[in-house]
């Protein structure tokens, strides 16, 4: 007899769930329902800086045609769930139809964190986490005049670039004292920084956006910083860090992690036996990712799990990074904590490139590392991880540049 299950939220990692499944249900077990609050199916996230400089929705699409064509999936886009009575086992849409379902899985992803600065609700203040909000935010790009990015992580440094590249002059501002804290330390930060300034960037680190300050029409003029200065700018770009998706009203509620986000234990499930979470709006074992890579392999275990197959508790997941910055390249693999008495090693040269890495006390294996200018290839590095460093680690980390 075929099952529903109905998947809210059709994103990157949604959708790879419900097309893992599809391989995976030999037996046509599963009827799929996937909710999705956007108008377009769903498509590459990641690559929003690419749509803001000139690629066009199809290109970014994640949806094939056999997709859209498999009478096991119904895609309802431009459709909210709104409500989860878990005694019921349904879901209602804002359009208020009820579903009901045999398994639920939330993929609701993560929504832009706004900090709460004075005159953030101006004309002109942007978030950069839809094709909409693009849009939006590309309609206020003006060549020639400033405009500021608050936060200095992956997404603000893309952010930036992108007005740069549009012809917008941006400065960026950061909290913390140096750019991407969150996975550079002061060394590789020091080279990422030295690259964004030869591509222009202005770059304001160690300070915070304390208002944005509109004109005459309503519209963001300046912002000050906490050190007083005023910065012009004719648009604000908020890249300040994202929070998981997990107000959907469900009753009885489901419980979040510390931080927020549906608990979920090593396998994705929630405390109810037919409710999983999976990608951003997901606490695996109390934490949230925000990448990409760790939400793919939360799906292919759910499919998986969804299909009878045995699936290896979810452990350390893939967090690399790789900057998608023109002209400099940035970038960690593996494990970068320096956790459980890890060896470092540190590699420099001058400020156009620096490596550390990350070896297991004991074993000597590789854990990680970190990789900023003209390094070897984080692909090439990742895949030793887990394994002696190669015996020319230097020449590796380090290639010859007329090779
Ligand atoms: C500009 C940008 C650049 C990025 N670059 C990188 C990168 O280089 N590397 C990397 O690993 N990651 C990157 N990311 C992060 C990556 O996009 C996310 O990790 C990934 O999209 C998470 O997938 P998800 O399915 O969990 O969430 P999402 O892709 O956000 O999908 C969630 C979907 O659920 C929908 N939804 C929410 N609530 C409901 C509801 N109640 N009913 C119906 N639908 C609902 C949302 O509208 C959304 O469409 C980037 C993100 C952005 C914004």
């Known amino acids: 007899m075929t099952a529903t299950l109905v998947v809210i939220g059709h994103g990157m990692v949604g959708h790879r769930l419900v097309d893992t499944l599809r391989e995976l249900d030999r037996d046509r077990r599963w009827r799929v329902v996937v909710l999705g609050e956007e108008r377009e199916p769903a498509y590459d996230r990641v690559r929003l800086s690419a749509y803001l400089g000139g690629r066009s929705r199809a290109e970014l699409s994640l949806v094939a045609h056999e997709f859209l064509a498999d009478p096991r999936i119904e895609v309802r886009s431009a459709t909210t769930a709104v409500h989860v009575d878990r005694r019921a086992r349904t879901v209602r849409t804002a359009d208020g139809d009820v579903l009901p ?16 600065v004075p005159g953030r609700e101006h004309g002109n203040c942007f978030v950069q986490r ?56 002061t060394e590789a930060a020091h080279v990422l920084r030295h690259g964004a300034d030869r591509l222009g960037l202005r770059l304001h680190c160690g300070t915070t956006v304390t208002a944005v ?8 003029r300046s912002v000050t910083l906490g050190d007083g200065t005023v910065l012009d700018a004719d648009l604000v770009v908020f890249a300040a860090g994202v929070r998981p998706r997990d107000d959907l009203p469900v009753t009885p509620a489901l419980r979040l992690g510390d931080r927020g986000g549906y608990l979920t234990d090593a396998l994705c499930r929630t405390s109810d036996d037919r409710v999983w979470a999976v990608g951003e709006c997901a606490a695996v074992r109390g934490r949230c990712h925000g990448l990409v890579a760790p939400g793919y392999r939360m799906a292919r275990s759910v499919a998986r799990q969804l299909t009878g197959r045995p699936d290896e508790p979810l452990g350390a997941m893939d967090t690399s990074t790789e900057l998608k910055l023109l002209g400099v ?25 620096y490596a550390k890495v990350f070896l297991c006390r004991d074993t000597g294996v590789l854990l990680g590392g970190i990789l900023a200018g003209e390094t070897g290839s984080r692909a090439d590095l990742a895949a030793r991880v887990g394994r002696p460093p190669a015996a020319d680690l230097e020449r590796v980390l380090f290639p010859d540049p007329s090779f």
């Open 101 to 116: 379902y045999d398994a639920l899985v939330l993929a609701t992803g993560s929504r832009p964190f706004v900090p709460p």
């Open 130 to 185: 839809t094709l909409e909000d693009t849009d939006a935010l590309r309609a206020a790009v003006r060549p020639g005049r400033p405009a500021v990015v608050v936060g200095g992580g992956l997404l603000g440094l893309e952010a930036a670039q992108g007005l740069q590249l549009l012809g917008m002059r941006p400065h960026l501002v950061e909290a913390a004292p140096h750019l991407m804290p969150a996975q550079l330390d």
């Open 213 to 220: 300050n509109a004109g005459a029409h309503g519209a963001v």
């Open 329 to 353: 390249h940035v970038a960690t693999f593996g494990s970068t904590s320096g956790e459980d008495g890890a060896v470092e090693m540190t590699f420099r040269e001058s400020v156009s490139r």
